[in-house]
């Protein structure tokens, strides 16, 4: 809710700069603020779903809709500069003089010092819970801060040199700048939904924490990794001797689930036992 207040707050001001001044780089500024109120409330609705335990229609958990609103925000960011452009281009056609440009600027900078203070505890809360959703709103609020110190600082030329055609080519910058950051939002969100693996450093912590753990066991093989939001789910082989006796074999993995859940946040594993014979060359850490 703090999310969707902010972007309020933020939009309600950038919207008062751009109409007592009629810049259209204001413009695009306020308009990516409406996309932050939209997107705020979609990251809301996603992290209270993605935080549902799993139920008999969706046995693996909710973690994955966090990426939805992730992909919903790269859309409307899409949609943006799309309105951007149109409204640069209107005004490189017919170029504007800019009415009240000290407290339109004035107004705009407070907005932005909001909103640097709240995508910076954003990126940062989204880092720590391991939230897709969080995470991509700090980051496109960080990009709006850096949007409107771009606008402010060529706004400030324009005014100093009498170059209106700055304004429009601005604008143009901004709508090139938030398609950059909505692609990236929108790639992170298709890697999720396609169940990446994790990180090279957090595949190599996984390994590790295993051989440490596999007393008794004789390989793993078949190591595979996904994340889902905030879930890593981590699933292997265990080769064990064909001899040993299933409650000796269930200690081992115990032992395993416990250390890997310590190790990895989130972590869900899955663990598949196979007698010595099944032991592979290929890929396998041997003990």
Known sequence: MASIAVALV??????????ITGSVA????ALESIVNVATAIAALVAVRIAERPADRSHQFGHHKA???SAGLEGALILLAAILILIQAYDAWLNPRVLSAPAAGLAINGAAALIN????????????????????????????DVATSVGVIAGLLL????????LDPLLAFAVALHILWVGWRITRDSMSGLMDASVAGDT???IRDVIAANADGALQIHDLRTRMA???????FHLVVPGEMPVTEAHDICDRLERALTEAIEGAEVLIHVEPEGEAKSKGALTF
Do not use: C, N, Q
Request: no cysteine; proline share 2%; charged share 15%.
């Open 66 to 68: 966090e990426y939805f």
């Open 10 to 19: 933020v939009m309600a001001l950038k919207y008062i700069a751009y109409a």
């Open 229 to 235: 939001g905030r879930a890593t789910f981590i699933e």
């Open 116 to 143: 640097a203070g709240w995508a910076w505890h954003l990126i940062t809360r989204g880092r720590e819970l391991r939230s897709p959703a969080i995470t991509a709103d700090g980051w496109h609020l960080f990009a």
């Open 158 to 165: 324009a005014l100093a040199t009498g170059w209106l055609f």
């Open 26 to 29: 204001l413009y695009s500024d």
């Open 203 to 205: 595949m190599a912590r």
